[in-house]
């Protein structure tokens, strides 16, 4: 215990002294969720509780690479408004000596549990171990250790629990690597949170590792969502490292059957990875993402001269149309809203000048095509005849410009974004599609232009409280 508490006092002195430097750095997000120092990746323990929203994240204070994980923490009571608190969880113990990696929560008993994986590596030899941690007041955790080690006929790259419950029985999905070097989920029961069986493979079938798995009810179906690892690209499909997608389909309770349709991207952009999701007390069903992605760019992000990198996504929610998960920015959101910059109709060509902490809607003319450009080298291009929609930036190596297209249904009738100083949201048709970027556009440009016919409507949001 007292090297827990070392680890996450040095955490917190790290991010204080580091306050100063993303004051000064013009990239640093106004609303979004970001690390305070080091680097942020996985959303973590996704929960309302208590009538506060609570949200944890894999978190390196120390450096601006991925190395040994924190969990930390912010809170929230509109989705909008988000305090920074003390880490929750720092990699003090043997069983997660190299991270306290990804994982979900649950409220149980007036108490507060996190489900994590102790990540531990010795030279090329990799354990996992999957642990809990307790708390009675949502800041303070109490280790409870190792619950579940890696079944027999998987690597150690079995990692990610969700863990819900359904009648009297919990249930953990997690994701998994078969000896053959296979990904997967796997589905696991428990009367007591501390002896689990396992009921086998939940999917399976591409890719060599299933990171991140969440399953949830949503409309009477059953939603498998999770990361898949070794994809090959396939035409648009399939171009950034790893890629996030889901099944709909039917569950059997108490078994690992599970009948679903084909796996589709939920996002289409270049930074959207690990999404988790949580049931809040309206009954809604909310995603927040990393917006971040392991490539070869990382090293090149700007942020990295004020010491650090990555931010997570705005909260959306949830519902299924037409066998598609649709992802909408929460209500809330709207409160940012400031002064109207532009409310106007578009003919042929415009262009403008907003600033980089902006919602904006256009809404283009039926069957029309379009091109929406934003600080000089952001483009959204819509081709009618072809049905595609395709979102290009600039590459950070300044080798030019880098695309994701997706394919559209019908005619684009609304496009919707959030821009947030180094990150852009773009939802389609009313969440229908969505493109998710980190962008570093220089920071004296504020044009945008746009070449078709429509209705333009612009926001400026407002600071956060306390700033």
Known sequence: MNREHELLTAAIEKANENKSNIKKDPYYPLYHVASPVGLINDPNGWIQW????????????????????????????????????????????????????????????????????????????????????????????????????????????FRDPKVWKENDVYYMVMGAQTLEEKGCVLLFQSKNLHQWENLGVLADGFGYMWECPDFFSLQGKDVLLFSPQGMEPEGIHYQNTFQSGYFIGEWKEGTNRYTHNHFQEIDHGFDFYAPQTTEDEKGRRILIAWMGMADGFEHLHPTLDYNWIHQLTIPRELSI?????????????????????YDRTIKDRWNGEISRTV????????????????????????????????????????????????????????????????????FINDGELTFTSRIFPSIKNKEMQIHGDGHLTVWNLAKKVGE
Not at 106 to 135: H, W
Not at 323 to 336: A, S
Not at 384 to 402: I, P
């Open 50 to 157: 208590k009538g506060t929203y609570h949200l944890f994240f894999q978190w390196n204070p120390f450096e601006n690479s991925h190395g040994a994980k924190f969990w930390g923490h912010v809170t929230s009571t509109d989705l909008v408004h988000w305090k920074e608190e003390s880490p929750a969880l720092a990699p003090s113990e043997s069983y997660e000596k190299d991270g306290c990696y990804s994982g979900s929560a649950i409220a149980i008993d007036d108490k507060l549990y996190l489900f994590y994986t102790g990540n531990v590596k010795n030279d090329d030899q990799r354990e996992s171990y999957q642990c809990i941690a307790v708390s009675q007041d949502g800041h303070q955790f109490r280790k409870l250790g190792n619950v579940l080690d890696v079944p027999e006929g998987y690597t150690a790259h």
């Open 359 to 426: 919602e904006w809607i256009f809404k283009p003319n039926d069957e029309q095509e379009f091109t929406l450009e934003l600080y000089n080298g952001i483009q959204l291009v819509y081709n009618q005849r072809e049905k595609t929609l395709s979102f290009y930036r600039e590459r950070l190596d300044h080798k030019g410009h880098e695309v994701r297209t997706a394919l559209v249904e019908g005619n684009v009738s609304e496009v919707r974004a959030y821009v947030d100083r180094s990150s852009i949201e773009l």
């Open 321 to 341: 149309r037409d066998n598609k998960l649709i992802q909408q920015p929460v209500e809330e959101l709207k409160q940012l809203r400031g002064n109207k910059l």
